[in-house]
């Protein structure tokens, strides 16, 4: 499949359009003004270069250099049952710098601060009228719900960054593979972001970890095509998702993603390791993974279940492939597959990233329309 998916976007009441001559946007909404809404960014990438455009709106001020990641050091317990786990998330997005040159990261964590109004203005608006008799509430009604509706479109307007992408040659082909991964990971039964992890450290812990060598604590990971919300762009945008977090694969950068917060990664700096991985299962195993032996819930030191502990139940043992993505600055995600091929084509993805050249940034003005070099 292509990994275009439209030429315009919508952002709250504005429309923008790719076109040959550039970026162009129309208000569908009366009332609004363009200067009000959010600015547009235009970026081609390919044997030219990257270029960047604001179409509307100067530069933002980059943030600020992020609070330093206090170091993590595991608590002190006694050797038994429990196995000191290490914390390996890496940093933030708030802890990381960004390292793109141009201003798409500042424009996403600015729009994230940004409160919505409509939510309030409709509580307001449901109060006040209740308060009020008979005509009044309905008046209220008439005068504020058309109100709420204007403020709900400009919250879209206010909170959106909009970013274009016109993208060709080797990036496009490589951008191309990546998406039609993700496609394959997104039916994929299982995936994993690995959050911390122990050695065992004793024969006890040994026995009553089913013959484990480390222990691992994990959460699922979502795998889409869609980017953030406060981005609206024109081309499927590979995320990787746990909790409040995500890496969203854009073709220029990797966007990382903390809340409403926001960093990236030039790929040239991103490292990316696979290896299978041998996993006991303790919570089921997935539909399409690979079992590939047994081990019991407790073992005795020669592999077979120890005869003291009841209801010892037999686990299966899978192979997973582990995608290791880590960069300069902090930041490591390990990521866990139910299916190793996948997993291994992914991290073979992400390591054939072409170079992005240092970008040429230009303004609303003199910036290249699409065809240009």
Same mark, same amino acid.
């Given at each position: 499949?292509?990994?275009?998916?439209?030429?315009?976007?919508?952002?709250?009441?504005?429309?923008?359009?790719?076109?040959?001559?550039?970026?162009?946007?129309?208000?569908?909404?009366?009332?609004?003004?363009?200067?009000?809404?959010?600015?547009?960014?235009?970026?081609?990438?390919?044997?030219?270069?990257?270029?960047?455009?604001?179409?509307?709106?100067?530069?933002?001020?980059?943030?600020?250099?992020?609070?330093?990641?206090?170091?993590?050091?595991?608590?002190?317990?006694?050797?038994?049952?429990?196995?000191?786990?290490?914390?390996?998330?890496?940093?933030?997005?708030?802890?990381?710098?960004?390292?793109?040159?141009?201003?798409?990261?500042?424009?996403?964590?600015?729009?994230?601060?940004?409160?919505?109004?409509?939510?309030?203005?409709?509580?307001?608006?449901?109060?006040?009228?209740?308060?009020?008799?008979?005509?009044?509430?309905?008046?209220?009604?008439?005068?504020?719900?058309? $109100?709420?509706?204007? &403020?709900?479109? #400009? %919250? +879209?307007?206010?909170? /959106?960054? =909009?970013?274009?992408?016109?993208?060709?040659?080797?990036?496009?082909?490589?951008?191309?593979?990546?998406?039609?991964?993700?496609?394959?990971?997104?039916?994929?039964?299982?995936?994993?972001?690995?959050?911390?992890?122990?050695?065992?450290?004793?024969?006890?812990?040994?026995?009553?970890?089913?013959?484990?060598?480390?222990?691992?604590?994990?959460?699922?990971?979502?795998?889409?095509?869609?980017?953030?919300?406060?981005?609206?762009?024109?081309?499927?945008?590979?995320?990787?998702?746990?909790?409040?977090?995500?890496?969203?694969? $854009?073709?220029?950068? &990797?966007?990382? #993603? %903390? +809340?409403?917060?926001? /960093?990236? =990664?030039?790929?040239?700096?991103?490292?990316?390791?696979?290896?299978?991985?041998?996993?006991?299962?303790?919570?089921?195993?997935?539909?399409?993974?690979?079992?590939?032996?047994?081990?019991?819930?407790?073992?005795?030191?020669?592999?077979?279940?120890?005869?003291?502990?009841?209801?010892?139940?037999?686990?299966?043992?899978?192979?997973?492939?582990?995608?290791?993505?880590?960069?300069?600055?902090?930041?490591?995600?390990?990521?866990?597959?139910?299916?190793?091929?996948?997993?291994?084509?992914?991290?073979?993805?992400?390591?054939?990233?072409?170079?992005?050249?240092?970008?040429?940034?230009?303004?609303?003005?003199?910036?290249?329309?699409?065809?240009?070099?």
């Amino acid at each position: 499949m292509s990994f275009y998916v439209r030429k315009s976007i919508k952002a709250g009441p504005f429309r923008y359009n790719l076109s040959k001559s550039g970026v162009g946007v129309s208000v569908g909404v009366p009332g609004f003004r363009v200067g009000t809404g959010p600015r547009g960014n235009y970026i081609r990438a390919g044997k030219g270069g990257v270029y960047y455009r604001a179409t509307l709106g100067g530069s933002q001020p980059r943030d600020a250099h992020p609070t330093p990641r206090p170091s993590y050091s595991p608590p002190q317990q006694p050797i038994g049952g429990s196995v000191p786990m290490e914390d390996i998330t890496g940093a933030s997005a708030s802890e990381l710098v960004p390292t793109g040159a141009d201003d798409l990261v500042s424009q996403l964590n600015e729009a994230g601060r940004r409160v919505p109004l409509a939510w309030a203005a409709l509580l307001g608006v449901i109060v006040l009228a209740l308060a009020a008799n008979g005509v009044g509430s309905i008046v209220l009604l008439v005068l504020g719900i058309p $109100l709420v509706a204007w &403020l709900h479109q #400009r %919250d +879209g307007a206010r909170r /959106s960054v =909009v970013a274009f992408y016109d993208v060709e040659d080797e990036h496009a082909r490589w951008f191309t593979q990546l998406v039609e991964t993700f496609e394959e990971l997104g039916k994929m039964s299982k995936a994993w972001r690995v959050n911390a992890a122990g050695q065992v450290q004793s024969t006890y812990q040994y026995k009553v970890n089913s013959g484990a060598s480390e222990i691992v604590k994990r959460v699922e990971a979502r795998r889409r095509l869609n980017g953030p919300k406060l981005l609206a762009t024109n081309i499927a945008v590979p995320s990787l998702e746990s909790g409040k977090q995500g890496l969203h694969f $854009l073709p220029d950068r &990797l966007l990382i #993603r %903390d +809340g409403k917060h926001f /960093s990236d =990664v030039d790929y040239g700096t991103l490292a990316s390791g696979f290896n299978s991985q041998r996993f006991i299962e303790s919570k089921g195993k997935p539909r399409d993974g690979q079992q590939i032996d047994t081990t019991w819930q407790y073992v005795n030191v020669k592999g077979g279940p120890d005869r003291r502990f009841k209801n010892n139940r037999q686990l299966p043992v899978m192979l997973y492939g582990e995608v290791d993505l880590a960069a300069p600055g902090g930041l490591h995600w390990l990521m866990q597959f139910s299916q190793a091929p996948l997993a291994e084509r992914l991290s073979q993805a992400l390591t054939a990233a072409p170079p992005t050249p240092t970008p040429a940034l230009s303004s609303a003005l003199d910036a290249p329309t699409p065809g240009q070099a």
